[in-house]
């Protein structure tokens, strides 16, 4: 098992940047597909991105493609995401999730095992 919390949401301007953390317990987190995904309200919980265990692969979902970029440090058990030039569209509560039955990186919330609790991102225009 894993457990993973989040950290670094929060309120920021149109075209500013933020960048989410995902901290993971455990010893094995290399052997977890992770990804982010993010919730509106009154919509459903939807990919934002992805990325391999070892971080040789990515996956973003289009609309955020060129803006968001994720990244791991597996000696540090983390997962980030720099989110720049952000819209008030990408205002949602974000969520990191970790799976390791995954042999690639899965683009839907059902695919993913274990979640953290979400951090709010909100975007003023």
């Known amino acids: 098992q894993v457990q993973l919390v989040e950290s670094g949401g929060g309120l920021v301007q149109a075209g500013g940047s933020l960048r989410l953390s995902c901290a993971a317990s455990?010893?094995?987190?290399?052997?977890?597909?992770m990804g982010w995904f993010r919730q509106a309200p009154g919509k459903e919980r939807e990919f934002v991105a992805g990325?391999?265990?070892?971080?040789?692969?990515?996956n973003y979902q289009e609309a955020v493609n060129g803006r968001f970029t994720i990244s791991r440090e597996n000696a540090k058990n983390t997962v980030y995401l720099q989110m720049n030039s952000l819209k008030p569209e990408d205002t949602a509560v974000y969520y990191c999730?970790?799976?390791?039955?995954?042999?690639?990186?899965?683009?839907?919330?059902?695919?993913?095992?274990?979640w953290g609790q979400g951090t709010q991102v909100t975007v003023s225009s």
């Open positions: 990325i391999s265990r070892y971080g040789g692969n990515t």
């Open positions: 455990g010893r094995t987190f290399a052997t977890y597909v």
């Open positions: 999730a970790a799976d390791r039955d995954l042999s690639y990186i899965a683009n839907t919330p059902a695919q993913y095992n274990y």
